[in-house]
């Protein structure tokens, strides 16, 4: 027969994942209003859809730079995961490439704009961490293809990034398209300009993450 002191042993775990389920819904839910209506987005409206309390999202996060702060990292890690999954397990280096570019679109990478210049310490050690997690896994797609001669040499990580952001920044006035489904025309335009056949010289110097940083 079950007693009342073994209550709480069973209940404990299916409280952690409870607590643990909350704040992945809160994560989702700060990063889809983040993508609509920026990072100064009402915090009531991140909780209503994610469907919890105020008080789990604050239980959650003590304040907007918190969450900014773990929806920052959200992002950059499942990015990174990408870069990472496609590089082991795509043969042809600029399918990889290119993949890895379509998931991050999907990942609406442009939206942390605001809140990597403004909501976010970038010296923060697990940023930074993060961040050259995030640049190696993406050097190495762009190095893999370099070496097979599917992309062009002059061309760098910081190049692709500004591309990335700018592509899924929705544009002002622009609500009523289907802004993913343009993000994702434009791009394989922009990838098409990657291969190492595209015969233009770039102008201007070479983008680094540094210059993006400053």
Partial sequence: MTTVAENPTRRGPRTRADALRNRELIVTAAREIFVEFGPEAPLDEIARRAGVGNATLYRNFADRSALIHEVLLSVMI?????AEAFAALEPDPFTALRRFAHAAVDERVGALCGM??????????????H????????????????RAG???????VGDLVVALSQLTRPLPGMGCLDT???????????????????????PGASTTLENLGS
């Avoid at 993913?180 to 770039?202: K, M, T």
């Fill in 78 to 82: 499942r990015t990174a995961d990408h």
């Fill in 116 to 129: 990597l210049v403004g909501g976010v310490d970038q010296h923060d050690p697990i940023v930074k961490a």
């Fill in 131 to 146: 961040g050259e997690r995030l640049e190696s896994a993406v050097e190495g797609l762009m190095e893999k293809a370099r």
């Fill in 150 to 156: 599917q992309l062009r040499t002059d061309v760098t």
């Fill in 180 to 202: 993913d489904g343009v993000a994702h025309r434009h791009l394989q335009l922009f990838l098409d300009g990657l291969r190492s056949a595209a015969p233009s010289e770039l």
